[in-house]
């Protein structure tokens, strides 16, 4: 069964502005991570976030930053101020405790906009 | 090494041969996994080791893929037999073990390999 959704196959976000693209998971393990990765087109996986299930505070990486809504299962992530250089595929990610393996989404296309 | 290692880059092969992936994991890191990716799709998951663990075959789409881990280190994805829809990009990723807090995954290049 998925586990990981993301319901935008497209989103556009015009240069500076703030975009976010959503994520929502399933899971019955009460330990878990949730990780979003950003994949140019020139193919390599970039790690941008994490996110723990007992964290307190929502995590933040410089311009990135991840809503993470643990009774709706959300863990959207947040990019503030766009660059040309963010247009990529990103993919969100989930590790569930019980089974470490490593399971992502369908990614969302984020083109960004001069 | 410095990260994950895979190879060959780039892997042509014609229809009904056997191939053989090859990645190398960082070091250290006990968990392995493979995904595939088909152009512009997302990431497939096909099998997941653990350190001496039976690894999670889940994903894996036939019985002509399988996939081995030597000593616990460098791993080999085979897929038997290939097919046109075998056609993709193969991403081999690792991390450290569980009980280690943030672990994310390490990914290497991919293989694209194409079946003509």
């Known amino acids: 069964a998925q586990k990981i959704t993301q319901t935008q196959p497209g989103m556009f976000v015009q240069e500076k502005e703030a975009v976010t693209l959503d994520c929502t998971y399933d899971?019955?393990?009460?330990?878990?991570?949730l990780f979003w990765y950003k994949q140019p087109s020139s193919g390599e996986m970039i790690f941008l976030i994490y996110?723990?299930?007992?964290?307190?505070q929502n995590a933040t990486e410089g311009r990135y930053s991840l809503n993470f809504q643990k009774a709706r299962k959300s863990a959207n992530l947040v990019i503030s101020a766009s660059q040309l250089g963010d247009s990529a595929m990103y993919f969100c990610?989930?590790?569930?405790?019980?089974?470490?393996?490593?399971?992502f989404g369908a990614g969302t296309r984020l083109t960004v906009k001069p | 090494g410095a990260g994950v290692s895979q190879s060959p880059s780039n892997k042509v092969t014609e229809k009904g041969k056997d191939v053989e992936l090859r990645c190398d994991p960082i070091?250290?890191?006990?968990?392995l996994y493979w995904y595939r990716q088909s152009l512009g799709q997302g990431l497939e998951f096909l099998i997941y080791?653990?350190?001496?663990?039976?690894?999670?075959k889940s994903g894996l789409p036939s019985d002509r893929f399988s996939a081995e881990r030597t000593g616990g280190s460098v791993s080999t994805l085979t897929i038997q037999r290939t097919q046109q829809e075998d056609s993709a990009v193969y991403l081999c990723?690792?991390?450290?073990?569980?009980?280690?807090?943030?672990?994310?995954?390490?990914f290497g290049q991919g293989t694209r390999l194409t079946v003509v």
């Open positions: 996110q723990g299930s007992y964290d307190q």
């Open positions: 990610a989930m590790r569930e405790g019980r089974s470490n393996d490593m399971r």
């Open positions: 080791f653990q350190g001496n663990s039976a690894p999670d």
């Open positions: 990723a690792s991390s450290l073990g569980p009980g280690t807090g943030q672990t994310e995954a390490f």
């Open positions: 899971t019955s393990d009460p330990s878990y991570g």
């Open positions: 070091s250290g890191h006990t968990a």
